[in-house]
């Protein structure tokens, strides 16, 4: 699937927005510290006026210039990073703070495509924008145990600790997730946190619910749409980071779509390209619903956790109390 003119035109539009917004602060701040540290700005002229003379010189025909010279700006520069430092600004102060610093706010390194450009092509592709709202609320920062106590804490606190060393090494160790347990009790908070960690680290996942998975697995299987879109939607399933499926079994079972589903997830386990699962029902539910055998075989490659107590989103929309420790 690709953006079309207007989508693309208007995403690059926020790049070129966002770059000059940061390279205009960074000269906001160099124009700030030029008047406000003494010597600072004599020592730019003096880097800007050997600049110019090793150009003329080389241009003249000599090569030694630019060796000799850049002797004398290194100098310079350190003369003038020890002023910001005594003066009492950070080293970086006056560099440009690029939201995305491996491509400069561009989009592009060296030609292709940066990973914060491919995720915000995702996003829009795949209707994800919500997610980015829901994750500033639902990551680790705002991970809590309140809600739990007993036998239900000890569940959470080892479905967390799961999620966390899913995230953390996530680019040197390959693993699968299942969270099951019944309503509001956490499962998809744990998946927000995972995604929203590696979108932080600039990789690639995509979220969806098992409703929107199914649509999108039958548009494929079916031809509904243009082949070109199809065979991308197709590939980037397959091949993103992460993919997340949220509420699997709140879908409407249809056998051909639900072979279509597990020959993803196959597909994935052997490109090593990770997964993670939430679900309302429990394991011999999810048997009974899919094939026992196919599914039995696809839930070995998973760390399963089972998640229990009270409906928390319930609790928090109804403002009542967390549960208080004894
Ligand atoms: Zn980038």
């Known amino acids: 699937m690709a953006l079309t003119n207007t989508q693309y035109d208007l995403l690059i539009r926020e790049y070129d927005q966002r770059k000059l917004r940061n390279e205009t602060a960074a000269d906001e701040r160099i124009a700030y510290i030029n008047e406000n540290v003494p010597g600072y ?5 003096e880097i800007a006026s050997l600049g110019s003379r090793a150009l003329e010189r080389l ?11 850049n002797e004398k700006i290194d100098a310079l520069s350190e003369k003038r990073a020890a002023l910001l430092k005594e003066a009492g600004y950070p080293e970086d102060y006056i560099k440009v703070r ?10 592009y390194i060296n030609g292709r495509k940066c990973h914060c450009l491919k995720q915000k092509i995702v996003n829009i592709l795949y209707s994800q924008s919500h997610i980015s709202e829901l994750l500033e609320e639902d990551n680790f920062s705002t991970l809590s145990y309140d809600y739990y106590k007993d036998a239900d804490l000890d569940r959470f606190r080892a479905a967390a600790d799961a999620a966390r060393i899913f995230a953390d090494d996530f680019d040197k ?19 927000c946190c995972i995604a929203k960690q590696l979108l932080d680290s ?5 979220y969806f619910s098992a409703i929107e998975l199914f649509e999108r697995l039958s548009d494929i299987m079916f031809d509904r749409g243009d082949p070109g879109e199809l065979m991308s939607v197709r590939e980037d399933l397959y091949n993103c980071d992460l993919l997340i499926i949220d509420d699997l079994g709140t879908e409407l079972t249809n056998n051909a779509v639900a072979a279509e589903l597990f020959s993803l997830l196959n597909e994935r386990h ?15 539910d999810l048997k009974d619903r899919y094939e026992d055998r196919i599914f039995s075989r696809i839930a070995q490659r998973y760390n399963i956790y089972r998640i229990s107590g009270p409906d928390i989103r319930r609790i928090k929309k109804t403002g009542q109390n967390r549960i208080r420790k004894e």
């Open 98 to 107: 690029y939201d995305c610093p491996d491509c400069s706010d561009t989009g």
């Open 270 to 284: 052997l490109l090593h390209r990770s997964t993670v699962i939430s679900t309302n029902l429990s394991l011999e």
């Open 59 to 69: 241009l003249g025909g000599d090569k030694a210039a630019l060796d000799d010279i």
């Open 173 to 191: 160790d390959y693993q699968n997730l299942l969270f099951c347990g019944t309503v509001g009790t956490g499962k998809s908070f744990l998946s």
């Open 41 to 45: 700005r004599q020592l730019g002229d």
């Open 202 to 206: 600039g990789h690639c996942v995509i």
